[in-house]
């Protein structure tokens, strides 16, 4: 898959997918920003945009591009339980969880 279509697959599974996969099932987290926020810190294993100029999609590529969709086909296959890990995840690299 060349760059262009792994970004439009990104996009597609965070700002459609997901969100239909949170509503149909009643995840937590519903809105396409917060799965973007889940993935892209997840492939920086940080706070995304300490690594990227936003807006993200227009800069992410290479290995980070990589793990921000494998993270968001991830979620799609394997729903909550991930969802509720990586999230925490994203929440402890923000500080907002300890």
């Not at 099932?25 to 100029?53: E, G, M, N, Q, T």
């Not at 494998?70 to 929440?91: F, I, M, V, W």
Request: hydrophobic fraction near 40%.
């Amino acid at each position: 898959m060349d760059h262009p279509a792994q970004i439009a697959r990104f996009k597609h599974l965070t700002e459609t997918i997901l969100p239909a996969l949170a509503a149909e099932h009643h995840w937590p987290i519903r809105l396409d920003h917060c799965f973007k926020r889940i993935c892209l810190d997840h492939a920086f294993s940080d706070v995304w945009y300490h690594h990227l100029k936003k807006p993200a999609e227009r800069h992410l590529q290479g290995g980070p591009l990589l793990r921000a969709l494998t993270c968001a086909e991830d979620l799609a296959h394997q729903g909550l339980p991930l969802l509720k890990l990586r999230n925490a995840t994203s929440l402890t690299y923000r500080g907002k969880l300890k």
